[in-house]
């Protein structure tokens, strides 16, 4: 192993300040040796506080940090990572791992990066480096019959409880699963189903989600600009990284997943969802049906006062009635 990785390891390990003799000693390296790995792993972007008399000490960094997002993790629920600076798609990657032989345990793959992510309807999703959250959760069904659209529906509610208590702002949802800051998408989930052929088994299920963390809204097209936004502003005034905010969401996905089937979530769900009472236009297929937004049903379906019942669809309009 190269001198710099073998520091990153013994930092990562150690919550407390190490000094350069003691990593000297525990690595059988001389000082000088420590000194310009640090100095490397400095100009490689780490964070690495340095106190006179007590040493070296490892900050949460920029990039994606497996340490530092389990640090923020309380759930028990055994996770598998797999980190990447740049990939095509993390969703693509998930489906990859579903069709090798593998661990019944869930496994997450985030990216600094994305060069070919997608979202609903095949769209593309822009992922720049290391100013966004792009995420796959895969996981094993062992159910009979699989609600994949309740799925949805219960991240976007867990997103939304972990952008409220680590950035304390109230996010909302437009129904189905967008989720938005101040009107604007900050982000949106895209669930994939894997199928076994013969069987026709759902036997695996891909929930793919993309945040605009910390991405510059300045920076998007002015046709962009309109409807999408970003948690920057919040996430600058609470200094949150995305290592700790990825920890502290998997944590509510992983409260809510054991028993998403029991629609407990929903009274969450309808409390976030900023659809109901506006006048929306839904398209489904070919179809374009307007109508005002009235209630969201147990399993996650949108009503209209007409009392047309929605499980898919897009809304692609909302006129905004105030009351
Ligand atoms: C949408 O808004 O239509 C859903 C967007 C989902 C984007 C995420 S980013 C992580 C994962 N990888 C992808 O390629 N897509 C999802």
């Known amino acids: 192993m190269k001198t710099t990785d073998s520091v990153l390891k013994l930092l990562e390990k150690n919550t407390n300040h190490l000094s350069g003799q003691q990593i000297a000693d525990q690595l059988e390296l001389s000082r000088t040796a420590i000194w310009k790995a640090i100095r490397s792993l400095e100009s490689a972007g780490y964070k690495i506080e340095s106190k006179p008399h ?5 900050l949460d960094p920029p990039m994606l940090s497996e340490t530092f997002i389990r640090r923020n993790l309380a759930t028990k629920v055994p996770l598998h990572f797999e980190l990447h600076d740049s990939i095509t798609s993390t969703n693509t990657r998930a489906k990859e ?5 593998s661990t019944s345990e869930p496994q997450i793959i985030v990216s600094d990066q994305q060069t070919k992510g997608y979202g ?6 822009m992922s720049p480096q290391q100013t966004g959250i792009y995420l796959s959760i ?21 997103l939304c409880r972990a952008i409220e208590k680590k950035l304390d702002i109230k996010p909302n949802i437009k129904w189905v699963n967008d989720v938005l800051w101040h009107d604007k998408k900050i982000s949106g989930i895209l669930t994939e189903g894997i199928t ?4 026709g088994h759902l036997k695996q299920i891909v929930v793919g989600i ?18 999408a936004g970003s948690l920057r502003q919040a996430v600058q005034k609470k200094g949150l990284s995305r290592n700790a905010f990825i920890g502290a ?8 997943y054991p028993k998403f089937n ?38 996650g379906e949108l009503i209209l006062a007409d009392g047309q019942v929605f499980s898919s669809g897009e809304i692609t309009k909302i006129r905004k009635t105030t009351t």
């Open 262 to 299: 029991s629609h407990d979530f929903i009274a969450d769900y309808r409390k976030y969802c900023s659809t109901l009472g506006q006048q929306v236009t839904i398209t489904r297929g070919n179809e374009t049906i307007t109508g005002t937004a009235s209630d969201i049903t147990d399993s």
């Open 54 to 58: 007590q040493g070296y000490l490892l």
């Open 249 to 256: 969401f998997l944590d509510e996905f992983f409260k809510l």
């Open 210 to 227: 993309g945040i605009d963390y910390l991405t510059d809204p300045s920076t998007y097209a002015p046709e962009v600009r309109q409807r």
């Open 138 to 158: 895969l996981l094993q069904n062992q159910q009979e019959y699989f609600d994949a659209g309740l799925l949805t529906t219960a991240t976007a509610t867990a």
């Open 120 to 125: 609903r309807y095949g769209r593309a999703f």
């Open 196 to 199: 076994d052929m013969e069987t």
């Open 97 to 101: 791992l579903g069709a090798l032989p």
